[in-house]
């Protein structure tokens, strides 16, 4: 089953403001042929760490680094090999490799 999908970030309700949920994005999203199971178990809690005052820097729980993100923009996550690996992108431009 292939894990390649599009997902939007939704901000966690968190007090700190600096946890995020990654998860399915609205209804035209993500194209038809991601099935939705795939999407259902992807979704998952991870923490910004300030690097910058517009970038952060995403972890997962277990504190590995991921990628970079840019928070001014609205931005996607494209599943690409498995759980926890991550491409950000805003739509049709991908900020970070």
């Known amino acids: 089953m292939s ?3 599009r ?3 939704h901000p966690k309700d968190a007090s700190d403001g600096k946890s995020l949920v ?3 994005a609205p209804p035209i999203y993500p194209p ?4 939705l199971i ?5 979704i998952a809690n991870w923490n910004l760490v300030p690097v910058e005052s517009t970038t952060y820097k995403v972890f997962s ?5 991921y990628k970079w993100i840019n928070k001014r923009d609205t931005l996607v996550a494209s599943a690409t090999t498995g ?3 991550f491409r950000f992108e ?8």
Not at 32 to 35: F, L, S
Not at 90 to 97: A, D, G, P, R, S
């Open 3 to 5: 894990l390649k999908g």
């Open 83 to 85: 759980p926890g690996d």
């Open 22 to 24: 990654i998860g399915p």
């Open 32 to 35: 038809p042929d991601v099935p």
């Open 61 to 65: 729980a277990m504190v590995k680094a």
């Open 90 to 97: 805003k739509v049709n431009e991908v900020l970070y490799t």
């Open 7 to 9: 997902y939007i970030i």
């Open 38 to 42: 795939v999407i259902n178990n992807m």
